[in-house]
């Protein structure tokens, strides 16, 4: 009896060793077991994984999609302020060739009017020398032959010819008469007469001698006109 239980204990395995050898149960169909499979150490987890997992810290990068997007704001501001500059600077240009225009006008219309006020004052001048030119020459005029030697009438004749050397150097002028055909515009006619030497409508006889200043006319000649 004794050698038939050592018998016994000896064909039974140790309960560790029979734990150990029985096999594991078969997989169910297309579970081949991977997913249960421990991830090694160290291994990098899967794109999906980390889209889905990870969120982005505040104060982090911003997107791409947000940054183009400040990017063309601020590119559309410099262009706008751009725009406005020039159109500053076009509006100020312009303002300034106007008013340069308006004082060149000012400057012409200036130097016009004083040129007329001149002539004017000058006209008012002559007006009044002319007088003294009429009885200068009515004063030679009425000397006698045998007297024209006389050193105080040849000292009146150059008086008068330096008067008239001076009205000619500010261009004043007598007008033509005589023998000139009537033109109301330097004529003024204060009587008609009968002439055999000169035909009719032209000047036979000069009573006052008229003169002009700068082509313009300061007295007409008072004539006598053919009848």
């Known amino acids: ?8 204990t000896m064909e039974q395995p140790e ?11 078969p997989c169910p169909e297309g579970d081949t077991g991977e997913g ?3 991830q ?13 997992g990870e969120v982005p810290e505040e104060g982090g990068e911003e997107p791409a999609g947000e940054g183009q997007g ?31 225009a308006e004082f060149d006008n000012f400057r012409k219309r200036t130097e016009k009017e004083k040129a007329q006020m001149f ?21 030679l005029s009425a000397v006698p032959e045998e007297a024209k030697e006389d050193p105080f009438v040849q ?17 004043v002028k007598p007008i033509e008469a005589v023998g000139a055909e009537f033109n109301p515009d330097f004529h003024n006619a204060v ?13 036979a006889q000069e009573l006052l001698k008229g003169y002009t200043y700068r082509e313009s006319v300061v007295r007409h000649s008072m004539v006598a006109v053919v009848q």
């Not at 009896?1 to 016994?8: C, D, I, P, R």
């Not at 002539?119 to 004063?139: C, Y």
């Open 1 to 8: 009896m004794a050698e038939q239980k050592e018998m016994e």
């Open 15 to 25: 309960a560790g060793q029979a734990e150990e050898t029985q096999e594991a149960p």
């Open 36 to 38: 249960n499979q421990a």
């Open 40 to 52: 090694p150490e160290g291994a990098e987890e899967s794109p999906e994984t980390e889209e889905a």
């Open 70 to 100: 400040e990017q063309k704001k601020s590119f559309f501001k410099k262009k706008d302020k751009k725009n406005k500059q020039e159109e500053k600077i076009a509006e100020l240009t312009d303002r300034v060739q106007r008013q340069m």
């Open 119 to 139: 002539e004017v004052g000058a006209k008012s001048v002559l007006e009044k020398i002319l007088p003294v030119v009429d009885n200068f020459e009515r004063g």
């Open 155 to 171: 000292g009146m004749d150059k008086i008068y010819k330096q008067l008239m050397t001076e009205l000619e150097s500010l261009e």
């Open 191 to 203: 009587m008609q007469v009968e002439s055999e030497e000169y035909e009719s409508g032209f000047v």
